[in-house]
């Protein structure tokens, strides 16, 4: 059995990462280097390709001092 997805508990998600991003003038790089993790990283959670962990939230929210339920948007899955 695979790992489970937020669709398969009907949340959907959207990041706002590049939005935040963008505002404070980081690049990918910059905002992965900070995190400890790969440029691709960044670029998948921006894309909605990774589900990142809860304290990898946590440490993106706390960069741009935001909460975690505004870099992130859940939703329910519309059926």
């Known amino acids: 059995m695979g790992k489970k997805k937020y669709a398969d ?3 959907e998600w959207k990041s706002r990462l590049k939005v935040f991003r963008a505002e404070h003038d980081f690049t990918q ?4 280097k ?3 993790v790969s440029r691709q990283t ?4 921006e894309k909605g390709n990774y589900n990142p962990s809860l304290i990898l939230d946590y440490r993106i ?5 935001v909460s975690i339920e505004e870099l992130f948007i859940f939703s ?3 059926t």
């Open 9 to 11: 508990y009907g949340i």
């Open 29 to 32: 790089q910059q905002i992965a």
């Open 61 to 65: 929210a706390k960069i741009f001092e």
């Open 76 to 78: 329910k899955v519309q």
């Open 34 to 36: 900070q995190l400890g």
């Open 42 to 45: 960044i670029m998948a959670i």
